[in-house]
């Protein structure tokens, strides 16, 4: 049963998150809806990560075991057929190696956290960013950023509701740059506590507008304490932009 490597890119914002949730509308639920027009195979496929509900994606990657063998571009192309009604977009696809797992054999994953910085409200991006009115200091927040990569005891930064086994986590890149009117943050770890990046970003912003200081971030990682978390940001400026195998 050839095992099939997929490229997938999507709009989070009709979903009720990526994982499959019965009746509710999800990103899995498209996509196993086109295999299923595709080919009449149903089938549960396996992801690198599972966003929630309104987060995007740009680099999110899947596999699906069809029990046919196709050329990789035919079912990209029937798949991206029996997905024009959805938000979603199979970007690639190809016959993944032997004992390849979308999840297992992933050493990295990269999300990109856009914040539009201006008085003005987006109109083409609406849903696709955050909007902060008070402008923000770019350069403070990346310093303080620098605080959170390596391995730490990431609680502060851990929803309530995380099932990880542990809070402990190694990041690996925390960059905040500006680009024009948008802050980007961008963030990489072989894995993440469940609204860890939503919630790290957030507690920027405290600093990027002046009420926290680098050491105010610092001392709320180190609190291991939920409750010494800033607010957490919303998901609409939150995107998986890639996974490294």
Same mark, same amino acid.
């Given at each position: 049963?050839?095992?099939?490597?997929?490229?997938i890119?999507?709009?989070?914002r009709?979903?009720s998150g990526f994982?499959?949730?019965?009746?509710?509308?999800?990103v899995?639920?498209?996509i196993?809806?086109?295999?299923k027009g595709?080919?009449?195979?149903?089938?549960r496929?396996q992801?690198?990560g599972r966003t929630d509900?309104?987060?995007?994606a740009?680099?999110q990657?899947v596999?699906?075991?069809?029990e046919?063998d196709?050329?990789p571009e035919v079912v990209?192309? *029937? %798949?991206n !057929?029996?997905?024009?009604? $959805? &938000?979603?977009?199979v +970007?690639?696809?190809?016959v993944?190696e032997?004992?390849?797992h979308?999840?297992?054999?992933a050493k990295?994953?990269?999300?990109?956290?856009?914040i539009?910085?201006r008085?003005?409200?987006?109109a083409?991006?609406r849903g696709r960013?955050?909007?902060?009115?008070? *402008? %923000?200091? !770019?350069?403070?927040m990346h $310093? &303080?950023?620098q605080? +959170?990569?390596g391995?730490?005891?990431?609680?502060?930064?851990r929803?309530l509701g995380?099932?990880?086994?542990s809070?402990?986590?190694?990041?690996?890149?925390?960059r905040v740059r500006?680009?024009?009117?948008?802050?980007?943050?961008?963030?990489?770890?072989?894995?993440?506590l469940?609204?860890?990046?939503?919630?790290?970003?957030?507690?920027l912003?405290?600093?990027?507008?002046g009420r926290w200081t680098g050491?105010?971030?610092?001392?709320a990682?180190?609190a291991?304490?939920?409750k010494?978390?800033?607010p957490?940001?919303?998901?609409d400026?939150?995107?998986?932009?890639?996974?490294?195998?």
């Amino acid at each position: 049963m050839p095992r099939y490597r997929l490229l997938i890119e999507y709009d989070g914002r009709p979903y009720s998150g990526f994982q499959a949730q019965g009746a509710l509308p999800t990103v899995q639920g498209a996509i196993e809806r086109a295999v299923k027009g595709f080919c009449g195979q149903t089938l549960r496929l396996q992801a690198a990560g599972r966003t929630d509900t309104g987060v995007h994606a740009t680099g999110q990657v899947v596999h699906i075991d069809l029990e046919k063998d196709w050329n990789p571009e035919v079912v990209r192309n *029937a %798949l991206n !057929a029996h997905l024009v009604a $959805e &938000a979603v977009s199979v +970007l690639d696809a190809s016959v993944a190696e032997e004992g390849w797992h979308a999840r297992f054999s992933a050493k990295e994953r990269r999300y990109l956290y856009r914040i539009l910085n201006r008085m003005a409200p987006p109109a083409l991006d609406r849903g696709r960013v955050w909007h902060v009115k008070k *402008a %923000l200091d !770019a350069e403070a927040m990346h $310093e &303080a950023a620098q605080a +959170l990569v390596g391995h730490h005891d990431f609680t502060t930064f851990r929803d309530l509701g995380c099932q990880a086994k542990s809070p402990c986590k190694t990041l690996d890149v925390a960059r905040v740059r500006r680009e024009g009117d948008e802050v980007l943050l961008e963030f990489a770890s072989r894995s993440f506590l469940h609204r860890q990046v939503r919630s790290m970003t957030g507690s920027l912003a405290e600093v990027g507008v002046g009420r926290w200081t680098g050491a105010d971030l610092k001392a709320a990682l180190e609190a291991r304490d939920r409750k010494a978390c800033g607010p957490v940001a919303p998901a609409d400026g939150l995107y998986l932009t890639g996974v490294s195998y």
